[in-house]
């Protein structure tokens, strides 16, 4: 049995944490600017893009983590990115910073800032002058919908999870938001994800579990190849659930780890699902690998396959095409061992024994939910990833959006 | 001035080789099967895909290979790629073998075969029975334009290409066939070739320069990053142009080495214009690299980009997305230092300066060559790079086709 349950309340579930989310121009119509808050400042730990094209932002908070541990509050914004921007870019998040600690009434130090959506334009500064106060004004305890709706880009639903469980007699949460829909590869962050907890927890611990956390949710997700230059992950810990500190190795430890990769593997699959153009979730289990990392560079190599994700658009249970993936894997695989499986159907036994059932496959490939269980029967190790399909809608999206 | 000539006759156009290309039952309507036929043994050399997953002529070809250094025949049929199929896939493709060579009266261990088309299938060798000798039957010096289309998959036009040249007072030629469309990516021979040349050339040099023209133009094209198990790319040497052997290291080697690489450079461009669903031809020259290396990962990172290829779809200098796709290329490099450029249009200038005239790029994209200028202002090195735009028609295909 899990020992933590799904709540509603997204960013703001955690005690202590206020958010909020307003239009103030940057795009045509949507809430545009973000902010989330904790009353008091927070622990905090962050993973970044490794694009060496780096926005703004993204320089600007791994300056700010460098010198400071705490943070009290995250400013974001969607419509622009505030990449390949130049000095000018510096300036205007560092603008952005300073209007946020100032509504706030909060030390700049202790304030991050985020940016999605095109590259490459300067941020309509007018605009944020008077978004950042008005969202200032408008924090609140239950403005996870308002923030989560207010960072989308191309994302079809708004993305919140939140989990409670027990840390001796005191109820703790872990709570997120997040926006991907495009420019979603799986290494390091991969999107923009937001979380907070009211646990009390060792500093250090907190960057290592959030660090392994991401490395099996954000990381693991692929929807097309195509990595962000703004893309980072952070959660702040504010201590305010009262809960004796979380130490290393402990299994309280433990019980955070599995409470917090709920929400961020919960929060990485609602990417997936979202991703542009996408009809359809796509779990690929690659099992029987002779180490960690072959799995997830098979698994790797099937999600980011355009002929794998065209043919799963199809309903077509082409796994020719899923061996052909693993084949320029990297992997060292025999492929005459491989077995394969979709939605529990048997697909492929092993020296190719085809086990295809096209009737019954044809329905399962009707589902929304696809799972593909791949057995390279070499080992015992197993990755998951997670990706969607590619559809005429994302070349309709990508041909026309300028990102 | 270039010292060679291009010719029509494609692999038919150097002395001594006949092709034929018919209809025999694998696919619904077009021609399936072709037979390329040297008059005398030939030297042959070849290069294969590396996929790990490795279709059953594949296979069968390199032990051929490993054995014997003269050809005769290759035959290769589209609509089947004999891929994972198994000790029956590797029975079929010895028939083809066994039946090319009895049609033609010529030994087994100078007959190749290959394949392209849906994996995971049997081929249908009653319709191969016959229209093996029926192609033998209806080999011609003329039979370039039938062979070529004979291979066509999902392609839209044959590809064909030859030139002639003078090594001392004799006419020399090289031509070949091609055959592209879905499953290209950047590593090694990535589709169906075959090249003919009547020039005596030493042992080892045919290799030798062979591999270094791949490796400079099919290893140089993107479609969908796929990697297929079929492809291969194969040169028959038959000395019928009675020149002095061409040496390593002579103007002659050069000069050889001139002509080949322009054969195979067109055959490669044309795989890339003709990719699934592309409307245009994508040119990528990355200079200022500081390792030719550095050159290849960036303009791969840019060919394989999803995101570039729709923004080139939609006609949209989206150079931004031209920067991310840098930024994740693995390359050590500086954004803010980077140029950029669109059919000879400035773009961008360093310190991200923004040079683009909308109005003016709108114009040149809308040409069906699109050459990208990436100058990394790093180094001397450079490396070009051929895509294609990503369309909805690739996703119709290949939702629609079992490849």
């Not at 300067?122 to 978004?131: K, N, T, V």
Request: proline share 3%.
């Amino acid at each position: 049995m899990k020992k933590f349950m799904e709540i509603p309340g997204g960013v703001t579930a955690a005690k202590g944490f206020e958010a909020s989310g307003v239009f103030c121009g940057i795009r045509k119509i949507k809430k545009d600017i973000a902010i989330i808050r904790s009353v008091i400042p927070a622990k905090v730990a962050a993973v970044f893009t490794l694009n060496k094209t780096l926005a703004a932002p993204v320089v600007l908070d791994k300056l700010i983590l460098k010198r400071s541990t705490r943070c009290s509050a995250i400013v974001a914004n969607s419509g622009n990115a505030n990449a390949c921007t130049g000095e000018r870019g510096f300036g205007d998040a560092e603008r952005m910073i300073e209007l946020t600690a100032q509504s706030l009434g909060i030390p700049q130090n202790e304030v991050l800032v985020a940016s999605t959506g095109v590259i490459g334009q300067y941020l309509p500064m007018e605009a944020i002058e008077s978004g950042i106060p008005q969202a200032a004004a408008l924090l609140s305890e239950h403005g996870s919908d308002d923030a989560s709706e207010a960072i989308m880009t191309t994302d079809t639903f708004a993305k919140n999870c939140a989990v409670r469980f027990m840390i001796g007699e005191k109820p703790i949460t872990i709570g997120g938001i997040a926006k991907g829909s495009g420019m979603i590869e799986p290494n390091m962050a991969t999107m923009l994800a937001f979380l907070t907890t009211d646990a009390n927890i060792e500093d250090g611990l907190l960057q290592k579990i959030f660090r392994r956390g991401i490395n099996r949710s954000f990381n693991r997700i692929s929807v097309d190849g195509d990595m962000s230059t703004n893309d980072m992950a952070v959660i702040l810990a504010n201590g305010m659930g009262g809960n004796a500190d979380i130490t290393e190795g402990s299994p309280d430890a433990e019980l955070f780890e599995a409470a917090l990769d709920h929400v961020v593997i919960s929060l990485a699959k609602m990417i997936a699902r979202d991703g542009e153009g996408a009809t359809k979730l796509v779990e690929i289990e690659v099992k029987g690998a002779a180490s960690h990392s072959d799995a997830v560079a098979a698994a790797r190599s099937v999600a980011n396959s355009n002929l794998v994700k065209t043919a799963i658009h199809g309903e077509d249970a082409n796994w020719g095409r899923i061996l052909a993936a693993l084949g320029y894997s990297g992997v060292d695989l025999f492929p005459e061992q491989i077995e394969l499986s979709m939605n529990n159907l048997p697909i492929l036994g092993k020296n190719y024994t085809i086990l295809i059932d096209e009737q019954k496959a044809k329905v399962a490939l009707a589902e929304k939910d696809i799972s593909l269980s791949i057995d390279l029967n070499q080992g015992t190790d197993s990755a998951i990833f997670w990706t969607c399909d590619l559809t005429k809608e994302y070349i309709h999206i990508n041909a026309s959006y300028r990102s």
